[in-house]
């Protein structure tokens, strides 16, 4: 009798133990449908109205508007039921909860140069006899970082505005542009290996002696371009050049810089294809000088301002974290114009917020630690990341995941997903898990977005983008009514199950 009962004893026993590793990933795995299923795309939709309404005006980084967003971000992380950790920020004051000692809640703060245009810039093209007004935002846009502006001067095209003596490519070859406003293509043409950016280009520019310049979408778009919809509109842009190398430049359309190329006797129609598609096939200079001059004329006032990132954070178990960011910055009201930013980026914001929510809500801590990062200065070269990865507050080598989320609301209903330093079938599997599997286009590094700054720091890097073509990318008419609930849903859907087997799972 004794011995039976001791071997019943034991079989109990076994059985509990064998059953419990199956019964904690039971668990987790409930949790993970419980917390896809508690996704709200309302909720995130009204995150995206705030952000891109009113309240902010774009949220030009280094801007109070921009502050306001983060102060706002900040907020709702604490509702959803993140802790803001506690960050030193040197000597700056700012705005958020600061301690006796320095140390802020949940702000990583630096100060940026902001560049203002104020209200009613023009841009004139004509002959020497007279210059036509031309429509701020249809036929261009100031380069929102240019200098003050009150020049004139002829028109002549340079091509892609490269010099490379080594590959023998002289775009200004044969010609003198002093006191001239040169046009060039943007890009580089199909043959030229190196990247070439577009503070190259100004910096040649200045150097040769022009006083402004004019930059346009060339007509013959590569694949890559064409996957993207690049339109031939002027873009929302920042030149990324200090004061001193800068000169006054305008994005122009491609149907403006056709016209400033097509001569008076109309002798060559289509006249910029036929120069691009020369440019395209030969280093051989093609410089234009035309009989067209340009008037540019505006006021640009430069400030330092506070480029705020906003940190909330869900503490793990464990000594490694997994970072969830998006950046909240967009270009404000340049010019006058307003540019709400609701799916670049105010959608990738809303994404981390409504995955934020949905984590704190479940009784069990992860075993990393997760961040959750609203990023400034993403259109400025990528500042706040950057600023991000100077001065982490949890070690890089220990950060097992960055996972970014630009551009979440628009587009043809799949994902377009960006992986570095993790295994794909790792995240093809996530996406089976959530549900979109079949949605799911991934690709190796995508350059552009404040996930580069992480993978030149080796830290592994998720870069989630809604696929298909972005027809109001960088407009003003980047608004809330373009927004697609049901992408941001599977959006929402995907980053949470990434996150969860980067941060959950064993």
């Known amino acids: 009798m004794i011995r039976w009962v001791v071997h019943l004893t034991i079989t109990l026993v076994l059985s509990f133990i064998t059953a419990a590793p199956y019964t904690q990933a039971q668990s987790l795995e409930s949790g993970l449908q419980t917390a896809i299923e508690s996704l709200s795309a309302d909720r995130m939709l009204a ?3 705030t952000l891109s309404g009113p309240s902010f005006h774009g949220r030009q980084t280094g801007t109070n508007d921009d502050l306001k967003s983060a102060q706002w971000v900040a907020q709702e992380f604490l509702s959803a039921g993140l802790r803001l950790p506690r960050i030193r920020n040197s000597s700056l004051i700012i705005p958020f909860p600061t301690g006796k000692d320095g140390v802020t809640s949940g702000a990583m703060a630096t100060l940026v140069p902001t560049a203002t245009l104020a209200p009613h810039p023009t841009v004139g093209i004509g002959t ?7 429509q701020a935002g249809l036929d261009y846009l100031p380069i929102f970082d240019s200098p003050s502006a009150d020049i004139q001067g002829r028109i002549v095209f340079v091509g892609y505005g490269i010099v490379d003596s080594d590959r023998g490519i002289d775009d200004y070859a044969g010609v003198e542009v002093n006191n001239c406003v040169v046009l060039f293509l943007r890009g580089k043409p199909e043959h030229y290996p190196r990247h070439v950016s577009h503070a190259d280009k100004v910096r040649l520019a200045k150097e040769r002696g022009a006083v402004g310049y004019l ?8 694949p890559y371009e064409i996957r993207r919809g690049v339109t031939g509109d002027p873009s929302a842009f920042y030149g990324q050049l200090p004061p001193d190398m800068a000169i006054p430049g305008a994005w122009i359309s491609t149907a403006l810089a056709q016209d400033i190329l097509t001569d008076s006797k109309r002798e060559v129609p289509d006249r910029l294809r036929a120069l691009q598609e020369q440019l395209n096939q030969s280093p051989t200079s093609q410089v234009v000088i035309t009989d067209q001059f340009a008037s540019l004329q505006w006021k640009t006032t430069e400030k330092e301002g506070l480029l705020v990132n906003v940190i909330g954070m869900i503490p793990g178990t464990g000594t490694d974290t997994v970072i969830i960011g998006a950046h909240r910055d967009h270009f404000g009201r340049p010019g006058g114009i307003l540019f709400p930013g609701a799916d670049d980026n105010a959608s990738g914001t809303a994404v ?10 479940i009784n069990r801590r992860p075993s990393r630690t997760i961040l959750f990062v609203s990023f400034s200065g993403e259109e400025r070269d990528l500042l706040g990341s950057r600023l991000y990865v100077s001065r982490p507050i949890a070690p890089l080598n220990a950060t097992k995941a960055m996972i970014n989320i630009d551009h979440a609301g628009v587009g043809n209903g799949r994902l377009t997903v960006g992986v570095t330093g993790l295994d794909k079938d790792v995240l093809l599997e996530a996406g089976k898990t959530a549900g979109v599997d ?4 991934l690709y190796g590094f995508f350059p552009g977005g404040d996930h580069v700054p992480f993978k030149e720091a080796s830290v592994p890097t998720v870069t989630v983008v809604s696929g298909g073509v972005h027809p109001h990318f960088h407009q003003p008419t980047d608004t809330i009514e373009t927004i697609d609930p049901n992408i941001l849903q599977t959006v929402a859907r995907y980053v949470l199950t990434v996150a969860w ?6």
């Open 47 to 49: 995150d995206i109205r």
């Open 128 to 134: 020497a006899s007279g210059l036509i007004t031309k």
């Open 215 to 222: 930059t346009a979408t060339g007509p013959i778009l590569h």
């Open 352 to 361: 981390i917020m409504e995955v934020a929510r949905t984590l704190a809500k």
């Open 438 to 441: 079949d949605k799911l286009d």
């Open 501 to 506: 087997q980067q941060a959950y799972q064993p």
